[in-house]
């Protein structure tokens, strides 16, 4: 089993739709965790923290859930701009370092 | 926020030579920074973790001898890719901690 896994999609999303996908880790002792965004040749971004009381940054919610070994990334009103690969980012899940997921791929269109 | 360079963004080389990548921290001092590389439609997989005034540690699977690092000052990092091969091929992006993972734009590297 991968230490992050992640669906690969694409996720065909109409603008201005919703969409979640969810990521999840072996390590229960993993420590902290991450949303990245990367275009297409491109290096990856950060988009947001995952903190265990969830958080929110504009159209874009975060949540992990330590019991059940996942977080999940919600995008509201998806924007064309939002089309991109959504990396997850554990950290502690092999050691001490950073571990990345296969990461979605998101689409949305007009 | 703290900024990560690489350089060169692409490289084209002939099979047998060898490639050099920078990696440098530019407003940070990092005493780690982290290589990774990342085939088509895959994620990134971590090379090797540089460590400024010691040897880097290899991933399991990773030739040291073929992919050189050295971390010689707090704020560069370089990979060196010896006697490159077509299978070389690849993104090579560098990362480097400070209050979050920051990447250098990555290197392009294509050989033939």
């Known amino acids: 089993r991968k230490e992050v896994e992640q669906d690969p999609g694409p996720f065909n999303v109409p603008e201005g739709a919703t969409v979640a996908f969810n990521c999840t880790y072996s390590n229960s002792a993993s420590q902290s965790f991450f949303w990245y965004r990367q275009d297409c040749r491109k290096e990856p971004k950060l988009l947001m923290s995952?903190?265990?009381s969830g958080n929110e940054d504009g159209r874009f919610t975060a949540q992990l859930n330590r019991a059940s070994q996942y977080i999940s990334l919600l995008i509201r009103d998806s924007k064309l701009s939002d089309s991109a690969t959504y990396l997850c980012?554990?950290?502690?899940?092999?050691?001490?370092?950073?571990?990345f997921g296969g990461g979605t791929r998101v689409l949305v269109k007009p | 926020g703290a900024v990560v360079s690489q350089h060169p963004s692409w490289v084209i080389c002939k099979s047998g030579t060898s490639v050099k990548i920078e990696c440098r921290s530019l407003d940070f001092q990092a005493t780690t920074m982290f290589w990774y590389r990342q085939f088509p439609k895959q994620s990134l997989m971590l090379m090797a973790t540089s460590n400024e005034g010691s040897k880097a540690t290899y991933e399991q699977g990773v030739e040291k001898d073929k992919f050189l690092i050295n971390h010689a000052s707090l704020t560069l990092s370089t990979l060196t890719v010896t006697s490159a091969h077509p299978e070389d091929s690849s993104f090579y992006i560098c990362?480097?901690?400070?209050?979050?993972?920051?990447f250098g734009q990555g290197t392009r590297l294509t050989v033939v």
């Open positions: 980012v554990v950290w502690g899940a092999a050691g001490n370092k950073l571990t």
């Open positions: 990362s480097a901690m400070n209050t979050e993972a920051f």
């Open positions: 995952v903190y265990s």
